[in-house]
T-cell receptor, first 109, second 114 residues
């Protein structure tokens, strides 16, 4: 089977750094995605990891450890517009994504 | 360029009625996915298409749910005899089916079953 765990909610202050963790158990692992979803909108792609290590993209970075079944999304220099849900999704084999329930991040001034 | 579009954006129906939801993927994207998202919850995989074939229907919750895709383009998700628990946002995504396989999501159809 598959299981993906993320914290339900997190809060942080504008300008700070926040790390959102995701742990997973799945067979046929073939990559991990992070998506951002603002309330009432569709998810948008943030990052993709298939090899161990850190992928950096501007203010956002994503890390993967396949042996530990663990990933995190790091958001730096937080802005108010970063308030959203962050969805961790694992790709099984070569096709579908299995999504976690998402982490709702609230950024305060 | 045009993204994934879905129609209708909102649908209110009475319990027991059938509904049809439409998805127009990005042109040239061979893979198409349907997800359901209940209020405050994550995305629940329903079905995916590679071309016009559906290799994985494992997420369809019951035989009231069906989907088809034609011309390797538009897809329709049909829910028969709707129930209140079917109320959710139904999201469609398409992908170019390369190694990267990033999925591009449409705006969703919000279905409310009274």
């Amino acid at each position: 089977g598959q299981n993906i765990d993320q914290p339900t909610e997190m809060t942080a202050t504008e300008g700070a750094i926040v790390q959102i963790n995701c742990t997973y158990q799945t067979s046929g692992f073939n990559g991990l995605f992070w998506y951002q979803q603002h309330a009432g909108e569709a998810p948008t792609f943030l990052s993709y990891n298939v090899l161990d290590g850190l992928e950096e993209k501007g203010r956002f970075s994503s890390f993967l450890s396949r042996s530990k079944g663990y990933s995190y999304l790091l958001l730096k220099e937080l802005q108010m517009k970063d308030s959203a849900s962050y969805l961790c999704a694992v790709r099984r084999n070569t096709d579908k994504l299995i999504f976690g329930t998402g982490t709702r991040l609230q950024v305060f001034p | 360029g045009a993204g994934v579009s879905q129609s209708p954006s909102n649908k209110v129906t009475e319990k027991g009625k059938d509904v049809e939801l439409r998805c127009d993927p990005i042109s040239g994207h061979t893979a198409l996915y349907w997800y359901r998202q209940r209020l405050g919850q994550g995305l629940e995989f329903l079905i995916y298409f590679q071309g016009n074939s559906a290799p994985d229907k494992s997420g369809l919750p019951s035989d009231r749910f069906s989907a088809e895709r034609t011309g390797e383009s538009v897809s329709t998700l049909t829910i028969q005899r709707t129930q209140q628990e079917d109320s959710a946002v139904y999201l469609c995504a398409s992908s170019p089916w390369d190694y990267y396989n990033e999925q591009f999501f449409g705006p969703g159809t919000r279905l409310t079953v009274l």
